[in-house]
């Protein structure tokens, strides 16, 4: 049995989660959400908790139990909670401001690097080198993060570009003299 997959999901207050048809619908302070899973397995929910049985253990179902669980617990997560991701901007003149609700950053290029608006996603910009990006959906925050990392990675000599604020970039040595 998936360790993962068997956990409960506790219902946080002011979240209110229905499932027909294997369709869930979570809605909570932050929005709504809704996703639909496989219907070999059974989700209930029991006592405030939420269950994801499987009903065999033929290896596509097992290979799904703990992965649908894990996406319906940051579904739960997102609307009560919210997820955000940091980035730091390191380099001389690399900075960034909110453009509308977009972004434009400088990152040593002869152009600023304009990243659009996406939607669920809200972006906040503090002290001009750190950029917050927040949202309910967890594959979304993580993908805008990533595609604005992607745009000036740190590289190993000094460091700059953009990194992720809980990363640790592995520093090389430079040319002996």
């Given amino acids: 049995m998936s360790r993962v997959g068997k956990k409960p999901i506790a219902v946080p207050s002011g979240v209110e989660f229905t499932v027909k048809d294997n369709v869930v619908t979570v809605k909570g302070s932050k929005g709504t959400l809704t996703k639909e899973f496989n219907k070999d397995l059974v989700i209930k929910l029991e006592n405030g908790e939420i269950?994801?049985?499987r009903?065999?253990?033929e290896p596509a179902v097992r290979a799904i139990h703990g992965t649908t669980r894990a996406l319906i617990n940051n579904m739960v997560k997102g609307v009560s909670e919210g997820f955000r991701i940091t980035l730091n901007l390191?380099?001389?003149g690399y900075r960034a401001a909110a453009k509308g609700k977009g972004l434009e950053i400088s990152?040593?290029?002869s152009h600023p690097v304009i990243v659009d608006e996406v939607p669920g996603i809200t972006f906040a910009v503090e002290k001009?080198?750190?950029i917050h990006v927040d949202g309910i959906?967890?594959?979304v925050v993580g993908q805008v993060?990533?595609?604005i990392r992607a745009k000036r990675p740190p590289e190993p000599y000094k460091g700059k570009g953009v990194k992720y604020a809980d990363e640790h970039i592995r520093r090389k040595e430079g040319k002996k003299a």
């Fill in 137 to 139: 959906e967890k594959d």
């Fill in 51 to 53: 269950n994801v049985e």
């Fill in 128 to 130: 001009n080198t750190t």
């Fill in 107 to 109: 990152l040593g290029f």
């Fill in 55 to 57: 009903p065999n253990d």
């Fill in 145 to 147: 993060a990533a595609n």
């Fill in 90 to 92: 390191v380099g001389v």
